[in-house]
Structures are given as C-alpha cells and as structure tokens.
C-alpha cells in the first residue's frame, strides 16, 4: 500500500495518507474532525499544500473517511469520493477482508483522479 500511495504522489503530485483509527479519544463525534485535524497536519508536513489527501478508517468505529485540499477538490467531487467508499472500501471490510477494501478504495480513487486531469 505504501508504495502504491509513494507512485502515485511521485506521478502526480498528490500525497496521500491512510490511517487506521485505534486511539480511544477518537469517537463516532469526532471521527470527521479528527480526520480534518489529520489533513491540516498532512498538508503542514508538504508546506502548506491544497494536494494533500487523508484517508481514515476505524474498525471498531464501523467508519471511513476522505478528505483532501481544495486542489484534489478540483479533480473528485464529494459525491464520487462517497459513491467509492460505498462501491469499494464498504463491500470488502463488511467482509472483514480490509486490506483489499482498502487497496480496492484507494486504487478506485487514484483512478478516477488520473482521469479527471486534464492537461
């Protein structure tokens, strides 16, 4: 998965950062916010960047969640993230089979990003 993530930045620019949730201050209320706070930092570490993209899951939570900067924004709408979350990571972890939701997910979401460039 790392360098599935680590290609994926190099061609196109965009850091992407998954997470599993197992901290038991992060709960159902704040599982959004928590992941906001995750992209802030993210995008810290790469000079304030708009690439950046989070993604956090959570087991014991039953939750999953994607957010990313005003640039990704430009190239996967909230609804596609949803639609993919629903199609690809949700099947496989209802499963328990998370690795391959998650590469399913994240192999789905750079797909579609690529797609969306236009140069």
Known sequence: MDSLVRNFEK???????????????????NFDQA??????????????????MTISISKNLRRIRID?????????????SSEIIESQFKPSFKEAQYYTGTF????????KIRKNIKF
């Not at 061609?11 to 209320?29: C, G, H, R, Y």
């Not at 990313?68 to 996967?76: I, R």
């Not at 399913?104 to 797909?111: E, F, I, Q």
């Open 11 to 29: 061609s196109n620019l965009i850091p992407i950062k998954i997470v599993t949730i197992k901290d038991p201050s992060i709960t159902a209320e």
């Open 35 to 52: 992941n906001k706070a995750l992209l802030d930092e993210w995008s810290a570490v790469h000079g304030k960047s708009d690439k950046c």
């Open 68 to 80: 990313y900067g005003p640039f990704v924004t430009k190239l996967l709408s909230d609804t596609e």
């Open 104 to 111: 399913n997910g994240v192999t789905t979401l750079m797909n």
